[in-house]
């Protein structure tokens, strides 16, 4: 028999990491809906090269993280790893051309084979916007400011730093490119394996390289905006501008390069300190050639995402769950009309359990661990004198309540 365990990198959600992780998707997709973003639900699973050609056969998630199988028709299709392809593709295959600019929001699970540890899952959540179909800088001030209000929202702000950096454009980015491969190429012998990898592949990648020798390397690499051409220049001052405006805060990161290979001017990342070693919360950036990468028309665009996990252990906006009521019946007659009572209680708003069964003492452990905040005890004699006992458990205190009365009685249960 198969092992009991769940896959590793995978979890098992429910309690209050559920309810943590439904905040965080529900801020996020109420926020980007007052935005005027549609939600998308793009497939979880694409043919391969979908998100092969669009993350850049040099990336991470396409070298060693992407959970790709062949199906029973033979068809290579591979689990997301992230939302953006999806879109694009979709961009394309709907024939959303004539609508742009276009603005997504979506939410659900991605896969990626990476080693687990806390924060880093194999199978884990993520929220997601894009915009496609506008080149200019509004569109990055836009995407940024409402991941901004999301953390706002969630109260994670506080606890986050937003760092910005922009690659150019890819002139400029071929400029730099060059520069940085004069520069490793003189330390090849020094790098790790993996950024001796990206020497040939991208260098650009090895900013992004976590080994301490690569780091060690790199504070006297060459710096990004040093070959920033004017445009390049004038663009990325123009968000700049746009998001001090909005009171969005930033640290500009020279260092700041996205993994993947399709990023063109702004990149950013939302990090914090405040969860271990892995700290971004959001991260995204403009991605002006990943829709003709594709094979569609040339379509500017600019995107993030942030995963759910993190956010949710980073949120101190967690509401309070409304309070449960226990209906403990107790008796057959009591049973039978407990149905209906929980009915309308339900229909007025109220959050009602049924035990099912069990005598008091069992039905009261439940109630207990469930987390009731009060429970109507229902017998058959009291039914006949059309009362029922309403307890509260957090002062123990009770009461009887006639039938009629009991819905006016809970308000302080809500
Ligand atoms: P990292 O540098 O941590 O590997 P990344 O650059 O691979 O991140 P993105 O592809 O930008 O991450 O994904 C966006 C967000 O998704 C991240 O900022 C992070 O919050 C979350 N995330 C990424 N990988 C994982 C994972 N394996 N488990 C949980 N959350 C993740
Ligand atoms: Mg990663």
Redesign the pocket.
């Known amino acids: 028999m198969a092992s009991l365990q769940p896959v590793r990198g995978t979890h098992d959600i429910h309690g209050e990491t559920m309810r943590r992780h439904r905040h965080v998707e529900e801020t996020a997709r109420n926020l980007a809906a007052r935005y005027g973003y549609g939600e998308i639900a793009p497939p979880i699973f694409e043919f391969t090269p979908v998100f092969a050609r669009t993350l850049g056969e040099g990336s991470?998630?396409v070298r060693k993280e992407m959970y790709t199988f062949t199906d029973r028709g033979g068809e290579e299709v591979t689990l997301r790893p992230?939302f953006t392809a999806g879109i694009a593709r979709a961009f394309i295959s709907e024939g959303w051309r004539q609508n742009l600019p276009l603005k997504f929001f979506a939410a659900g699970p991605v896969f990626?084979y990476?080693r687990p540890q806390r924060?880093?899952?194999?199978q884990?959540h993520?929220i997601d916007a894009e915009i496609l179909g506008v080149a200019g800088p509004e569109a990055d001030i836009e995407i940024i400011a409402l991941g901004a209000e999301i953390l706002e929202r969630l109260g994670a702000l506080d606890r986050c730093r937003l760092l910005l950096n922009t690659l150019g454009d890819p002139a400029s980015r071929q400029a730099y490119r060059h520069a940085l491969l004069d520069y490793f190429s003189r330390y090849e012998a020094k790098l790790s394996p993996d950024s001796r990898d990206r020497l040939v592949r991208n260098p650009l990648r090895i900013l992004d390289s976590k080994d301490p020798g690569d780091r060690a390397l790199l504070a006297e690499a060459p710096l990004l905006h040093k070959y920033l051409n004017p445009a390049s220049l004038d663009f990325f001052a123009a968000v700049c501008r746009g998001l001090d405006r909005l009171g969005v805060a930033y640290q500009v990161n020279q260092r700041l390069v996205?993994?993947l290979d399709y990023y063109t001017h702004t990149a950013f990342?939302f990090v914090t300190e405040a969860l271990g070693s892995?700290g971004?919360?959001?991260?995204?950036g403009r991605y002006d050639g990943l829709i003709e990468t594709l094979g569609g028309p040339s379509t500017p665009g600019i995107g993030w995402?942030?995963?759910i996990?993190?956010l949710g252990m980073l949120t101190s906006t967690l509401p309070a769950t409304p309070g449960l009521i226990a209906l403990v019946a107790l008796g057959q007659a009591a049973e039978e009309r407990a149905w209906l009572l929980a009915r309308e209680l339900r229909a007025l708003g109220h959050v009602v359990d049924l035990g099912f069964g069990g005598g008091l003492g069992r039905q009261m452990k439940r109630a207990d661990r469930i987390g009731a905040r009060a429970a109507i005890l229902l017998g058959d004699d009291e039914l006949s004198r059309g009362e029922a006992t309403l307890r509260d458990l957090g002062s123990g205190e009770q009461r009887r309540v006639a039938l009629p009365a009991l819905a006016g009685s809970l308000g302080a249960y809500r």
Request: charged letters at 40%.
């Open positions: 991470d998630i992230e990626r990476e924060g880093r899952l194999r884990f993520q996205r993994g990342e892995q971004a919360v959001i991260a995204g995402a942030g995963g996990e993190r």
